[in-house]
């Protein structure tokens, strides 16, 4: 069964910076996407950031593009999240999985790392 631990999370104020982490523990991580999502109160899980196998694919939700930046080393099974901006409503508990959207997500998620940005 895949395992993921997200780390870096916290409580920082608008405009601030954090930087996610997320490692796994299949054996075959270089070979498919990943993927951040975020999950905020009364709202459904969504797509943040996504990557490809090899990390030269990138995509991006609207609401982060050019504030967020998602990276990967699959030599350490690690899959990364640079938050720079961050806003209020970037406050979610943040989950990484398989990508390249939800419906290719495992069925076992980790416990997520909560972001909050609040002056």
């Known amino acids: 069964q895949v395992q993921f631990v997200e780390s870096g999370g916290g409580l920082v104020q608008p405009g601030e910076s954090l930087r996610l982490s997320c490692a796994t523990s299949?054996?075959?991580?270089?070979?498919?996407?990943m993927a951040w999502y975020r999950q905020a109160p009364g709202n459904q899980r969504e797509l943040v950031a996504g990557?490809?196998?090899?990390?030269?694919?990138?995509n991006y939700a609207d609401s982060v593009k050019g504030r967020f930046t998602i990276a990967r080393d699959n030599a350490k099974n690690t899959v990364y999240l640079q938050m720079n901006s961050l806003k209020p409503e970037d406050t979610a508990v943040y989950y990484c999985?398989?990508?390249?959207?939800?419906?290719?997500?495992?069925?076992?998620w980790g416990q997520g790392t909560q972001v909050t940005v609040s002056s």
């Open positions: 299949t054996r075959f991580f270089g070979t498919y996407p």
């Open positions: 999985n398989r990508g390249p959207n939800i419906a290719y997500a495992f069925g076992s």
């Open positions: 990557i490809s196998g090899s990390g030269s694919n990138t």
